[in-house]
């Protein structure tokens, strides 16, 4: 037989989720003595002070524990705060601090300060950092430069209770402005951007050193990287290197005209000397040589002491045959017509002698 149950009651249902769920909460807050407990008939017992003593005092330990502990990173230099006092520098790695001290980290890397024009390549890349200049000429122009400097590290509390984390706006920049601005009066814009370009960049990590020493920063060094001039100043410039380029040649031109006469001096000294010896004679004697070396060379008599007879037929034959073999060896001969006699024996007449052939005519 089959019963169907008509009743319109639902059966009971058990706590939802949420219902367990504040259960718990309360129960946790209950336990940490947050909330009283309830009796069976609802009233609220004593609250566990000493159970939530315990886990504040313990949470509060924690935290001051963890201020307790810093790690410098590599490369930095940190500065420990103590309820507003600056304490001694600390190098990286891992330290253990006063409670309730924060550590400022600043870089002991070398630092680049760029300013430049072009948007995008200098510090401030939004935007055209160069430095505007006015010469001692009254022409004006802009500067890209970049500053090399570095934070001494046993100097670091010095510089935050000084400057400040952000020494460079504050100390770096306004310095290099300055001493760019200051070192382009004592040149023209020409010069400064040729010639004087050396001694504007002396003249300017001078002036920033001075500015930055005994500030606990380092100046390592200043580069002068671009000098933009008016159109007309850059034509001059353009002018005065053409013109230097120009003085240059001329200058190697009238060297290489001095060595080649010199050379046809000397050139023309020792055929004279060549000559005076075949004429005159000549004698050994030791002449000193630039070098210091001394050496034995053939110097040609005095005139008072000269005698013709050096110029013998035999000699002036010897020469003739000479000669004869330079013309047969010249590669711009092809013919060469020479006087013969009967016995086709070449003749070289002599002033006031006989004519002279070769043995067996």
Request: charged fraction near 20%; include cysteine.
């Amino acid at each position: 037989m089959t019963y169907i149950n008509t009743s319109s009651e639902e059966p009971p249902r058990g706590p939802g989720i949420a219902s367990r769920l504040g259960t718990a909460v309360r129960g946790v807050l209950v336990g940490v003595g947050l909330r009283r407990p309830r009796g069976e008939d609802g009233e609220p017992g004593p609250r566990a002070w000493g159970r939530l003593l315990g886990i504040a005092g313990g949470a509060l330990a924690l935290w001051l524990l963890s201020t307790c502990v810093v790690v410098v990173p590599a490369g930095s230099v940190g500065v420990p705060v103590t309820l507003g006092h600056a304490g001694s520098p600390l190098g990286q790695g891992f330290h253990v601090t006063p409670p309730l001290t924060s550590v400022a980290n600043l870089s002991a890397r070398t630092t680049e300060y760029t300013m430049s024009a072009s948007v995008g390549e200098g510090t401030k890349k939004s935007t055209d950092d160069s430095v505007l200049v006015l010469g001692a000429d009254g022409a004006s122009g802009s500067v890209d430069s970049t500053v090399l400097f570095r934070l001494e590290p046993e100097r670091a509390t010095d510089v935050w209770n000084n400057l400040g984390k952000d020494y460079v706006q504050t100390l770096i920049r306004p310095s290099a402005r300055t001493c760019i601005r200051s070192a382009f009066t004592d040149y023209s814009m020409v010069d400064a951007a040729t010639t004087a370009w050396h001694d504007v960049e002396a003249d300017v990590e001078s002036c920033m050193t001075e500015k930055v020493a005994g500030r606990g920063i380092v100046l390592e060094d200043f580069q002068l990287r671009e000098v933009r001039l008016e159109a007309t100043l850059q034509a001059a410039v353009t002018a005065k290197t053409a013109a230097e380029q120009d003085a240059e040649r001329q200058q190697f031109e009238l060297q290489v005209a001095r060595q080649k006469a010199e050379i046809t001096r000397v050139e023309a000294n020792a055929t004279a000397d060549a000559q005076q010896i075949l004429a005159c004679g000549g004698e050994i004697q030791l002449v000193e040589q630039p070098d210091g070396t001394i050496d034995e060379v053939v110097v040609p008599l005095p005139i008072e002491r000269c005698s013709q007879a050096q110029l013998t037929p035999q000699y002036l034959q010897w020469t003739y045959i000479q000669a004869l073999q330079g013309l047969v060896d010249s590669p711009n001969n092809s013919t060469i017509i020479l006087p013969f006699d009967q016995a086709l024996t070449p003749l070289l007449q002599i002033p006031g002698g006989e004519v002279t052939t070769t043995p067996g005519e």
